[in-house]
């Protein structure tokens, strides 16, 4: 049950935000906490069974660690280093004991048989939440939250399958403040614009794109240069979309309940470097890795060698966190050295404004960049370098991805593109459909479905430009032009949820 699906709109989420209210505004809290927390784990249940056992048995090893430092503090890193293994070790053999097994299947040459293991939809974002956590307790970060507490905020259902890795600390304090529990017409008005934005940004173009995405990587042997990059650039917008559109859902769903997710996604394609991207794309991730692995080694305080050792080491863990596969351990490896290229200080950027991110940037061997471009041409080769690694992230296998470079790096003659775009047989272009073939128009119907494709394409870039929907909601006005056009948005998307798909971060 995602949050683009009949059942959430319709039956849980209003039978959720009525009980959650009627409760709190009786000061019935605890009875309300125990309501959300069982809303929550039914919502993952929704997804297995099998999944639900899984989760609650890490909250409870995870807890019980917790109660061990908490009864004997001098215990507190020999606990800390059996959570962290306990953790980790759950996530090795759902996500990726079967990658490791091929691996020593190939390196020696035997056939070890694994069974196949279906990973449970966002251990990832649990088990590093869990993780933050034990570590925290353990370094006398975090306090002896009581058992439905700690429930709670692993289990929260808008944080629980695609992020945002939130802190323990920013969800357990905005539960426990009660001024957030009683309804607020202007919260709940923006959660609700931003649950619409983003179930239009997943529906109406993410899952369209898709339909151009799916047939170009199944058929990457058969790609001419455009048809690559037309793939291409829908993916990396398909991506976008579906990623900062489940963002805005899981935030406006949480703005509605009256808590605020940490922000997780902020227009990262406006980012002039590599570096500024991971400022601003999957944000709560890039915290972790920072906090949990980057300083512990030492971050920049062991000399120039060892930062960038350490940045690239966090990026190929950051790869590998994304999927099981030398896919993504080369798109990570490949980020890490763009990251590292932006601190070399070899290119710099023109600020735009004072408050521009690229003001703070630090070079590891520079004071002063050696040459300085503007900020709209850094933007644009970021973009095109981010575009690339794409390959990686996408691509079944390493074969797959290699062709899919061969394919995009020689011209080919353009025969495949029509094919490819006429995936996009869509309501919505019925009507120029039936023009090009009527009429006889050279292509018929191919040509409509290239012009929808086209057409899809300048969209989601221009809203890729434009601001997010955190500044929508923060600036908009709900005057009757406003909730006409939500309104437009949301039954348009209402309409095309019957062929939705699923959420590309579901699987880590």
Request: hydrophobic content about 50%.
């Amino acid at each position: 049950m995602g949050f683009n699906s009949f059942n959430f709109i319709l039956l849980f989420l209003p039978a959720l935000l009525i009980v959650w209210f009627l409760l709190n505004r009786s000061k019935k809290y605890v009875l309300a906490d125990i309501f959300l927390t069982g809303m929550s784990l039914y919502y993952y249940y929704t997804f297995g069974m099998s999944f639900l056992l899984i989760l609650l048995g890490s909250i409870v090893v995870n807890y019980a660690l917790s109660m061990v430092i908490e009864k004997k503090p001098s215990s507190a890193k020999i606990v800390k280093v059996i959570g962290v293994i306990f953790n980790l070790s759950l996530l090795f053999y759902f996500k990726y004991l079967g990658f490791f097994m091929d691996n020593v299947s190939a390196i020696t040459g035997t056939d070890h048989f694994t069974k196949q293991i279906l990973m449970p939809i966002g251990i990832s974002f649990f088990t590093f939440g869990q993780i933050s956590f034990i570590v925290d307790r353990a370094n006398g970060e975090a306090p002896n939250y009581n058992f439905l507490e700690y429930v709670l905020y692993t289990a929260y259902f808008p944080k629980l399958i695609q992020g945002p890795i939130a802190f323990h600390k920013e969800m357990i304090d905005q539960f426990r403040e009660k001024s957030l529990r009683q309804f607020d017409s202007g919260r709940f008005s923006k959660g609700l614009m931003s649950f619409i934005i983003g179930l239009g940004k997943k529906v109406i173009l993410a899952d369209t794109l898709s339909k151009v995405v799916n047939y170009g990587f199944e058929q990457t042997y058969f790609l001419d240069t455009l048809t690559v990059l037309a793939v291409m650039l829908s993916y990396a917008f398909q991506i976008y979309l579906d990623f900062s559109g489940y963002c805005d859902m899981a935030n406006g769903v949480s703005l509605m309940l009256g808590f605020e997710l940490p922000v997780n996604f902020n227009s990262p394609y406006k980012a002039a470097t590599s570096k500024e991207l991971w400022q601003r794309w999957h944000m709560t991730l890039s915290r972790f890795f920072i906090k949990y692995v980057y300083i512990p080694l030492g971050g920049s305080r062991k000399g120039k060698v060892r930062t960038v050792i350490n940045v690239l080491m966090v990026f190929v863990l950051s790869g590998l966190w994304h999927g099981a596969g030398w896919t993504y351990i080369c798109w990570g490896l490949m980020q890490g050295i763009l990251v590292v290229w932006d601190d070399l200080g070899i290119v710099g950027v023109k600020r735009k404004s004072e408050d521009d991110l690229t003001k703070k940037t630090k070079y590891l061997f520079r004071k002063e960049p050696l040459i300085t471009i503007p900020r709209a041409l850094s933007n644009a080769l970021t973009f095109i370098m981010f575009v690339v690694s794409l390959i990686f992230f996408r691509s079944q296998d390493m074969a797959y991805a290699l062709m899919m470079f061969k394919r995009g790096a020689y011209w080919t003659y353009p025969g495949f593109l029509l094919r490819t775009a006429s995936k996009l047989e869509i309501g919505e272009n019925y009507i120029l459909r039936q023009i090009f073939l009527r009429a006889g128009l050279p292509g018929g119907e191919n040509t409509a479905y290239l012009i929808t494709l086209i057409v899809l394409l300048i969209i989601s870039a221009f809203i890729m430009t434009r601001k997010n929907t955190s500044e929508i909601i923060n600036t908009a006005k709900m005057t009757t032009k406003t909730a006409i056009l939500l309104a437009v948005i949301f039954i348009w998307s209402f309409i095309s949820l019957s062929n939705v798909s699923t959420f590309i971060y579901f699987q880590y």
